[in-house]
């Protein structure tokens, strides 16, 4: 067997622990009693464990080095052996009892956070927290001496291959630049308009549920290879053949779950269409966060909160519901789901002011990472980017910097991807929409096909065969830049009826 | 680190591997999407293979000498040595290709069983079910040989340790020249008393899901610690800190899923009460199959069908249905559940014709994995046994042969373990309510826990410190045989009222 073949094989067991963690992650969001946690954490953390050695086996880097040499490579398994050294780099830069410190921090900060979290008390969360901060510092020194970056970097890299703080600067700048003064006119220009006409519920769990499952249907989800579930924080995860995502309901609004569920649509719709025949290797793999987000942002954002999507929409909606009167016409429904009002909690908030809560985090996981500020010091730093971005006053950290669970998760530098993935959003619809006149008018007849197949064709089916900027060129003719982004911004939120 | 702290470690990985497999296997019987199927077998086959490379790595070996020479070892770690030495035999019998070629083999075998059976087919079934039979003997014949017995009881030792034979032989014998003359008896004396009287339905899921957790919590099941869920199969699985158990219910007729859930309540108690200082070593495990299938029984057959038990019961399932007259009786159910009529299928059949449906079995698969029979001629042999013993004439095999998951999945030699379990169960309740004068009152009210207390100091908490044959004959003064089986039989089905 050849060095590259066997280093297939090796990827594949990853592949399949890494699959087998996920069902586990999903479950623990999902369907775990309380008490198992401490055990959960104990398989979680034997599992990280067991992956991080087959990862930096002694062997491997030979085989790495001899799989270089093997010059009868195709074109994928060439990017599959790039991708290969990408994560043998990450894995090694990092001892393996620090991954399993760093593992067991993070599931008991998971659980301090769901009681912490209600009762506003941060300093509950501080020792855990810390403690999960302390390692990710530790981890991000490691891979930073690996990698030749900063902290933060080192950090951001594991989400966002490639990415580094410079760009993301320099498009966070032009945000900034641009953000406020837009949120002005925006506000100014709905406060002049008549009332948007309100939804009158309740509206049933279940019928809420089943009017989810068939705009998954129509979106292209594949119920034979996944699930829809209900945890605290929606997510898209589970595995490979097994893509599960979650949403959370309320019974006083179905708005809020439908478009979360077609968000968690958008990511799967990614995982369920990565290329078939590189399953289990690296190259199958999601290229990068920016890019998942994008593919959810696609979906909600682009297409489902459409004029044109509403049209379609808005009868289905008032039919599950047995809704009547204007609130449910398309037009009613469109100014609801493009309202702009700055508010606390980042996974509520519109479109016109989600940036800014990135914005916010971004600048202070950078400074936490850099060691630039303590994390006792967070709340108030947070309450002050919330009132300079957006003008509001904290009064709770439950509605502050206690609402996420990337921090205690561990998932410290990911929360850029978010608004890189809305500015790759903008971009990439906007180039499926010249590429094929039919994806408008599709999605006004609840056919989401045009569109999906054109994501399938030009990002979904590629993997990580390309680094995402390449990709991103490639399929819209330009690298990334927010100035689409924030034409489309202006288009919807100032131009459109 | 001594030798045996360091084994300590080692087998502390393995509990957690194993835990997250048991997490894996109930989601697999319980929720996964069918296509999911494929990967879900390259999971749980890399898991096992993990687990098994752990316990045969080349170290062990030295290891388990070292510290058998090592004798500042108390008591329990005594044991817990003899337990991985144990586990260590039985797991490098076997060379890993032939462990995953089978885990692989049953999870195809499984997917392809849940088409088979509902269809009747056997020969849809028989491709998959030889490939596992197969790898099932290779499986014997590897183990055979390092533990010098026969086939059969190389894969009984993995579910019976120590058992032999020989002595089922002996305890079946006895049985089976008791049992057809009792059955007869008791049908003749079923014939001459009135019908029993029936229960009007439906009965909603909703409703006997609730029934069933409260007398889980009456029977001191811990929900903090577990779940109750709905798969085809019951069954009890899950983790250490995490005890699944499942049930499936008929709209038409609750008492069948309550007793299901009650059984399967008394294997999670034994799993819940393992002793807690020894959670992760193979000493705090349950001590053999025989013994868990005794405490499922104890709950199920010797309390709750009980005369006493149903005295308390009755109302509160009358309540629960908002059930009236004279067929909600405490006497009248009593007569319902200790019902005796042969039938085709073992999870449904009592308590006195289930040991017909485990002769069948044993003899059968002791037979197929001697080579003294072909697996095309099983269905033929299956409808022989049931003529012969229950008078039954097997139309199709979905009643007959491809009712059970356990050949298909791989559980050859485990059926014994449901019999001898039932005459363990008999032989402990009878030591129970010598020793402690309130289990039998305690039962009439409701209340479980003289009873499980009994048990937890005298079989739960102590894992296995003791061979099984010990451990019983300490609890009840004398070794397992069949008399006070065959006298709680005889009691409740010729004398009781």
């Known amino acids: 067997m050849s060095a590259y073949q066997t280093l297939e094989r090796r990827f594949a067991r990853l592949a399949a622990i890494n699959d087998a963690l996920g069902i586990l992650h999903w479950d623990t969001e999902t369907l775990m009693p309380p008490g198992a946690a401490d055990g959960r954490a104990e398989q979680l953390a034997t599992l990280k464990v067991l992956s991080h050695e087959l990862l930096t086996d002694d062997d491997n880097a030979d085989l790495l080095a001899d799989a270089e040499h093997e010059r009868e490579l195709s074109n994928w398994q060439e990017a599959n052996l790039h991708e290969m050294r990408r994560a043998y780099l990450h894995a090694t830069a990092v001892p393996g009892d620090l991954v399993e410190a760093s593992s067991r921090a993070i599931s008991r900060c998971e659980m301090v956070w769901r009681e912490a979290r209600p009762a506003g008390d941060f300093a509950m969360l501080l020792p855990s927290l810390s403690e999960v901060l302390n390692l990710q510092r530790q981890i991000a020194a490691a891979k930073a001496e690996a990698l030749g970056c900063s902290l933060y970097e080192a950090l951001l890299d594991s989400y966002e291959p490639g990415g580094n703080t410079d760009h993301i600067d320099k498009v966070f700048g032009d945000l900034r630049a641009f953000l406020p003064g837009f949120i002005g006119e925006v506000l100014e220009r709905q406060k ?8 009158q519920g309740p509206f049933p769990i279940e019928t809420q549920r089943a009017l989810g499952v068939r705009m998954m249907q129509a979106a292209g989800f594949d119920f034979n290879k996944g699930r829809l579930d209900i945890s605290l924080h929606p997510f898209c995860g589970g595995a490979t053949h097994d893509v599960r995502l979650t949403t959370r309901y309320d019974e006083d609004d179905f708005t809020k779950a439908l478009m979360g569920v077609m968000h968690e649509t958008g990511h799967a719709l990614y995982e369920q269409n990565r290329p078939a025949d590189w399953l289990g290797q690296p190259v199958s793999e999601a290229r990068g966060m920016s890019l998942h987000e994008s593919q959810s942002l696609i979906i909600e954002m682009q297409a489902c909160r459409s ?3 509403l049209e379609f929409a808005a009868p289905v909606m008032r039919d599950s519901f047995g809704g009547t009167g204007p609130a449910w016409d398309a037009a009613n429904l469109h100014r609801l789901y493009t309202k702009v009002e700055p508010g606390f909690i980042r996974v509520d908030a519109d479109e016109v002011t989600y940036p800014a809560h990135i914005l916010i985090r971004y600048d202070l996981e950078k400074a936490l990472i850099a060691g630039d500020m303590i994390l006792a010091d967070l709340p108030g730093a947070w309450n002050e980017g919330m009132r300079d971005l957006l003008g509001l006053k904290v009064t709770t950290d439950r509605l502050g ?7 205690p998760g561990g998932a410290w530098g990911y929360f850029p991807t978010y608004t890189l993935g809305a500015i790759t ?16 008018p599709g999605l006004a007849r609840g056919d989401f096909s045009p569109l999906v197949n054109w994501l399938r064709t030009n990002i979904h089916s590629q993997g990580s065969l390309l680094p995402a900027d390449q990709l991103l060129t490639k399929a819209t003719g330009r690298p990334l830049d927010a100035s689409v982004y924030e034409r489309h911004l202006r288009r919807r939120y100032l131009e459109e009826a």
Do not use: E, G, M, Y
């Open 307 to 309: 004029r044109a999507f």
């Open 425 to 440: 959003a903008a971009q990439l619809f906007d180039a499926a929409t010249r590429a094929d006149d039919n994806v408008l």
């Open 401 to 407: 910097c206690l609402q996420d669970i990337h921090w």
């Open 192 to 199: 002049s308009r008549p009332d948007i006409l309100p939804l």
